[in-house]
């Protein structure tokens, strides 16, 4: 209760405040931002409430037109985050994720090092499955708690399994679009960027999403090192793959539109079709009779509302932030109110530095301090994506260098486990076992993961691409 009526002092303070430069409609945008940011920060009720109220308040008060306020609605890429959630309740409920686990379990884990390796992996092959890391996640650990159990872990090496299955799944979420269609989708639905399709994502991301997963692994294997002898029940996994019997028609039809959804990834270029719409396309496919068959009327339970307002209210405060646009016509505004390059002026150097490791150097270190002290990645990529495109934008850098390096050093970075929802679901027993201790643990070294691969991996690729 306190810290809601902290949040609205501070908006009624910035109503009144003398903040020159800004205009009226700005003024209320930024105290809108302000009451939601605190309450996002202090958690006063459900994210996802607060997104709504923002939602409406913008539109209410005036601050930029509905159509633009609720534009991520109409967008396909709120549509790739529906039909990624869709389609993992499919692999998920026709057992194909599981069968998928096992088979490679069962022929490449010889010892500890190879188990924490394997769930880097799994996690990244069944990215190209499910499209959600929590989905993935919670399936990949309901195989991994058999090997556990068959291995005889403790729970300090157990927990060390549970950590590589949802904090290995942050960086390694990086690497393809749909590896996390909600925060992915976010990093590149700002004002002015041309988002990248599916493969336009792996060319910009791959290389910088696979150095960050493969230290995170070699990290862990350094901070949790494994126990003197590891003997894993070979009979006991085996026993638990051949239960799932031969390939069944559900899993077989989920296999079989799942490629057709990836062909349409890859093949997004020549085609034209929208990644969002070519996973939509597949989930229908999956809940037609006969052709699919696998996705029902309970399987809509597994698209998060929340997450999808929570979304559109991130988008909202980038569009509606954005330079005024009049309208010929009416002679209205139809664009945004400024306030991003008014933040920018305010909170950032009078001039873009020159060096681009420099400027990627600073643009990280602002967006690792602000998700710090906000607790939230949406929250984070909301606020210093768009005031980072605008500091840029003087100096003619393509805007999906702010954004991206903006996407990287808080998609992949976390010290207590609420910065990171990856992190957060998997603490405690009957999830991944860990403990906030060891999410620490490993969550203070990734600081310096970032740096690394925004500095050695992604100003050099992308100067190299042509991007920078």
């Known amino acids: 209760m306190l810290w809601g009526v902290a949040g609205f002092a501070a908006g009624a303070a910035i109503l009144f405040a003398p903040l020159a430069g800004l205009a009226p409609e700005g003024?209320?945008?930024?105290?809108?931002?302000?009451?939601?940011?605190?309450?996002?920060?202090?958690?006063?009720?459900?994210?996802?409430?607060?997104?709504?109220?923002?939602?409406?308040?913008?539109?209410?008060?005036?601050?930029?037109?509905?159509?633009?306020?609720f534009g991520m609605f109409t967008s396909p890429l709120l549509y790739l985050v529906v039909g990624g959630y869709l389609l993992a309740a499919a692999v998920t409920a026709s057992g194909l994720g599981r069968r998928i686990a096992y088979a490679w379990l069962g022929r490449w884990v010889t010892g500890y090092r190879s188990l924490i390796v394997s769930c880097y992996v799994l996690?990244?092959?069944?990215?190209?499955?499910?499209?959600?890391?929590?989905?993935r996640a919670f399936l990949l650990m309901g195989v991994?708690?058999?090997?556990?159990?068959?291995?005889?872990?403790?729970?300090?090496?157990?927990?060390?399994?549970?950590?590589?299955?949802?904090?290995?799944?942050?960086?390694?979420?990086?690497?393809?679009?749909?590896?996390?269609?909600?925060i992915n989708v976010l990093a590149t639905s700002q004002p002015g960027?041309?988002?990248?399709?599916?493969?336009?994502?792996?060319?910009?991301?791959?290389?910088?999403?696979?150095?960050?997963?493969?230290?995170?692994?070699?990290?862990?294997?350094?901070?949790?090192?494994?126990?003197?002898?590891?003997?894993?029940?070979?009979?006991?996994?085996?026993?638990?793959?051949?239960?799932?019997?031969?390939?069944?028609?559900?899993?077989?039809?989920?296999?079989?539109?799942?490629?057709?959804?990836?062909?349409?990834?890859?093949?997004?270029?020549?085609?034209?079709i929208h990644p969002g719409w070519v996973t939509v396309l597949a989930a229908l496919g999956l809940a037609l009779p006969g052709l699919g068959g696998v996705l029902g009327p309970l399987h809509w339970r597994q698209v998060p509302m929340e997450t999808l307002i929570f979304l559109a209210a991130a988008v909202a405060l980038g569009r509606t932030g954005g330079p005024p646009?009049?309208?010929?016509?009416?002679?209205?505004?139809?664009?945004?109110?400024?306030?991003?390059?008014?933040?920018?002026?305010?909170?950032?150097?009078?001039?873009?530095?020159?060096?681009?490791?420099?400027l990627a150097a600073l643009i990280a270190a602002v967006a690792m301090l602000l998700h710090?002290?906000?607790?939230?990645?949406?929250?984070?990529?909301?606020?210093?994506?768009?005031?980072?495109?605008?500091?840029?934008?003087?100096?003619?850098?393509?805007?999906?260098?702010?954004?991206?390096?903006?996407?990287?050093?808080?998609?992949?970075?976390?010290?207590?486990?609420?910065?990171?929802?990856?992190?957060?679901?998997?603490?405690?027993?009957g999830n991944g076992g860990y403990t906030q201790r060891e999410a620490l643990r490993l969550g203070v070294p990734m600081t310096a993961v970032v740096f690394v691969v925004v500095l050695a991996v992604e100003v050099p690729w992308w100067m190299w691409l042509g991007l920078l």
């Open 325 to 358: 646009e009049i309208s010929a016509a009416t002679g209205l505004n139809v664009g945004g109110t400024g306030l991003n390059a008014w933040l920018a002026a305010q909170l950032l150097p009078a001039a873009v530095p020159g060096n681009p490791f420099l």
């Open 372 to 429: 710090l002290a906000l607790g939230s990645v949406v929250a984070a990529m909301s606020i210093a994506t768009p005031a980072l495109i605008a500091f840029t934008a003087p100096a003619g850098i393509n805007p999906l260098v702010p954004a991206l390096i903006t996407y990287t050093a808080v998609a992949c970075h976390w010290l207590l486990p609420f910065h990171h929802m990856n992190v957060l679901v998997g603490i405690g027993e």
């Open 27 to 69: 003024r209320r945008g930024l105290a809108c931002t302000v009451v939601a940011v605190v309450w996002w920060a202090a958690r006063v009720m459900p994210a996802g409430y607060t997104a709504l109220g923002l939602l409406v308040a913008l539109t209410v008060l005036q601050v930029a037109p509905a159509p633009l306020v």
């Open 193 to 272: 960027i041309e988002a990248p399709g599916w493969l336009g994502w792996l060319r910009l991301m791959g290389v910088p999403g696979v150095v960050a997963s493969v230290l995170c692994c070699v990290l862990q294997l350094r901070l949790f090192p494994g126990p003197v002898n590891f003997r894993l029940d070979r009979e006991r996994v085996r026993r638990e793959a051949v239960a799932l019997g031969s390939l069944a028609p559900a899993e077989a039809r989920t296999l079989g539109w799942l490629a057709v959804a990836t062909i349409g990834w890859l093949t997004g270029p020549w085609h034209g």
């Open 123 to 135: 996690t990244f092959l069944l990215s190209f499955l499910i499209p959600q890391p929590w989905p």
């Open 144 to 182: 991994m708690a058999v090997v556990i159990g068959a291995a005889g872990l403790s729970r300090e090496h157990g927990a060390a399994v549970g950590l590589a299955v949802f904090a290995g799944s942050a960086p390694i979420s990086m690497i393809l679009l749909t590896g996390d269609s909600a």
